[in-house]
């Protein structure tokens, strides 16, 4: 298994994983690391990719704008990830706002390569499961049971 973080270069061999979700500027549980360590000893005779957009060098004195090279480089980054993953696990914390979390589920809520898991107490709960029902997007109480899924639909 291999982890990349960005900005480093997108793996194009391999089943690929994104990790999106709740980040809230680095203020929140590290959910990602959790998920690594899960597949961590997944099916070593095949090849898994993990994108994990949590930056351990983040600066969140960056100013958020298309001019400024760190910021577009990380946003560019994990929208070409998300392109190139063969599945997107979506993860919105309960303790969160994950506005871009939502923008991402947006995006990507045809691409049919997408799981979630809202907690419940999620302030947008009820708004994540009417698009994920809409657009028969697989849905999860925990994170455990989203990535048990996952690895089940690995072994199909």
Do not use: H
């Not at 998920?35 to 961590?40: A, L, P, R």
């Amino acid at each position: 298994m291999k982890v990349i973080y960005p900005v480093n270069e997108i793996e194009k061999k391999g089943i690929k994983i994104f990790l999106a979700g709740t980040i809230e500027m680095g203020n929140s549980a590290d959910w990602q690391q959790k998920v690594v360590t899960d597949f961590q000893d997944f099916y070593k005779e095949k090849e898994v990719v993990i994108f994990n957009p949590r930056r351990f060098d983040w600066d969140s004195s960056w100013e958020q704008s298309i001019e400024n090279k760190q910021f577009s480089d990380q946003v560019n980054w994990e929208l070409n990830a998300l392109e190139a993953s063969d599945f997107i696990i979506m993860f919105f914390d309960k303790n969160s706002k994950s506005p871009i979390s939502m923008l991402e589920l947006g995006l990507f809520a045809d691409s049919k390569k997408m799981l979630v898991c809202c907690e419940e107490g999620f302030w947008r709960k009820g708004n994540i499961d009417i698009v994920c029902k809409r657009k028969e997007i697989p849905t999860f109480e925990n994170l455990e049971d989203l990535t048990k899924a996952l690895k089940n639909l690995i072994n199909l």
